[in-house]
Every structure is written in structure tokens, then in C-alpha cells.
């Protein structure tokens, strides 16, 4: 099983990047999935939800209309559109397969660093 993750980097305030999440050795389709990011000496932070189908999304307040999640169960691969970054989004995105009953899969994290 892997997640792997990509598309972070370092970017100026007020610009955009699209993380995305390559998956494999499972079953993605039939996973929720989700981004959580760890600023650095923070904990985890929930990001964004998704559903197995994509049809339905959820996001924190903190990134709720300047983040889309969606996903293309044909490419096992799910996505993170980040516009409008400020400073405070700075921090390692990782995403996370979840499905009742199974223990969740875990990427390896990209780092985002959102500076001027």
C-alpha cells in the first residue's frame, strides 16, 4: 500500500499550488479520504474531507473557500487545490485513506511554505 504525495513547494502569499496524492495496493475507490497538514511544532490539523464517490466534500473553517478537494477514482489519485495561501498554511500536507474496519493508510507528507 502507498500513498504518495506531491506538488507542495514554496510560494509567495496570495498564490496557489495543487498537491496531489498518487495511490496504489489498495482499493482507492472505495476509500474516504481526507488532507491533514502539522505546522511545524503544531500537531495535526484536519483539512479536508472526501467521499469515495467525490460527491461530497468537507473542509475546516480555516481553508473553506480557498481549498477544493476532489479526487479521480479512474487515476487513484486525489487532489488538493490551494488558492489565496497566507502564512499560517504553511506546514506538511499529508493524505489519508480511510474505510470502517480497515486502519487508515497514511502518505509520506509535502511540505507547503507559504512566504514572501
Known amino acids: 500500500v502507498q500513498l504518495v504525495e506531491s506538488g507542495g513547494g514554496l510560494v509567495q502569499p496570495g498564490g496557489s499550488l495543487r498537491l496531489s496524492c498518487g495511490a496504489s495496493?489498495?482499493?482507492?475507490?472505495?476509500?474516504?479520504m481526507s488532507w491533514v497538514r502539522q505546522a511545524p511544532g503544531k500537531g495535526l490539523e484536519w483539512v479536508s474531507d472526501?467521499?469515495?464517490?467525490?460527491?461530497?466534500?468537507y473542509y475546516a473553517d480555516s481553508v473553506k473557500g480557498r481549498f477544493t478537494i476532489s479526487r479521480d477514482n479512474a487515476k487513484n489519485t486525489l487532489y488538493l487545490q490551494m488558492n489565496s495561501l497566507k502564512p499560517e498554511d504553511t506546514a506538511l500536507y499529508y493524505c489519508?485513506?480511510?474505510?470502517?474496519?480497515?486502519?487508515?493508510?497514511w502518505g509520506q507528507g509535502t511540505q507547503v511554505t507559504v512566504s514572501s
Open positions: 489519508v485513506g480511510r474505510k470502517v474496519g480497515a486502519l487508515p493508510y
Open positions: 495496493g489498495f482499493t482507492f475507490s472505495s476509500y474516504y
Open positions: 472526501i467521499n469515495s464517490g467525490g460527491g461530497s466534500t
